[in-house]
Antibody
Framework: EVDLTESGGGFVHPGGSLRLSCAASGFTFSSSSMTWVRQAPGKGLEWVATITGSNVIHYTDSVKGRFTISRDNSKNTLHLQMNSLRGEDTAVYFC???????????????????WGQGTLVTVSS | DIQLTQSPSFLSASVGGRVTITCRASQSISTYLAWYQQKPGKAPKLLIYAASTLHSGVPSRFSGTGSGTEFSLTISSLQPEDFATYYCQELNSHPRRYTFGQGTKLEI
């Protein structure tokens, strides 16, 4: 059974840093693409960053240069280092697995198939 | 960047009823679209990927159609547990954006 558990959220002042972690189990973590998605209070979902099994990384523009996604395959853990935090970074942060789908023709798409329960990050003075 | 527009933003329906939510992309995304369900205080759950394929364990009353720029999610025979917020997501953009629609809140 796939399980993802986030930790590391909390309260931080603007300009501060936090490191989120996502402990994974129930699947082959090292070969899986993983992602972070956030949701500001009362708002919709926003993709933050993705790291593939071969460490190809993508970020949404608003976090480039401030956030760093990484993985520790020896511990089956995904991380998000968040620096220079701003009020607009306040959100629940979810980690999720990126699943790739194939049919008899070939690649058929991708989706975020399993999600953690989320961890709240509050940035405020 | 690809924009996704869901309609309606709010939807009122009754148990046993049928609803359709539309997701329009600003440019073609083939069938690289997913639908998610989210209940208050909970993580989103994947319902449909590749525009029309049900994720494992998702009831057959959920269905998805579309390709290119027009997509829809239909829930037939609504159950009490279906009242939630639904999001579409594109998974085709280069560079990667994985944009979500703004959400559709389904209420009783």
């Amino acid at each position: 059974e796939v399980d993802l558990t986030e930790s590391g959220g909390g309260f931080v002042h603007p300009g501060g840093s936090l490191r989120l972690s996502c402990a994974a189990s129930g699947f082959t973590f090292s070969s899986s693409s993983m992602t972070w998605v956030r949701q500001a209070p009362g708002k919709g979902l926003e993709w933050v960053a993705t790291i593939t099994g071969s460490n190809v990384i993508h970020y949404t523009d608003s976090v480039k240069g401030r956030f760093t996604i990484s993985r520790d395959n020896s511990k089956n853990t995904l991380h998000l280092q968040m620096n220079s935090l701003r009020g607009e970074d306040t959100a629940v942060y979810f980690c999720a697995r990126v699943q790739f789908y194939y049919d008899n023709i070939g690649f058929n798409g991708r989706a975020f198939d399993f999600w953690g329960q989320g961890t709240l990050v509050t940035v405020s003075s | 960047d690809i924009q996704l527009t869901q309609s309606p933003s709010f939807l009122s329906a009754s148990v046993g009823g049928r609803v359709t939510i539309t997701c329009r992309a600003s440019q073609s995304i083939s069938t690289y679209l997913a639908w998610y369900q989210q209940k208050p205080g909970k993580a989103p759950k994947l319902l449909i990927y590749a525009a029309s394929t049900l994720h494992s364990g998702v009831p057959s009353r959920f269905s998805g159609t579309g390709s290119g720029t027009e997509f829809s999610l239909t829930i037939s025979s609504l159950q009490p547990e279906d009242f939630a917020t639904y999001y579409c997501q594109e998974l085709n953009s280069h560079p990667r954006r994985y944009t979500f629609g703004q959400g559709t809140k389904l209420e009783i």
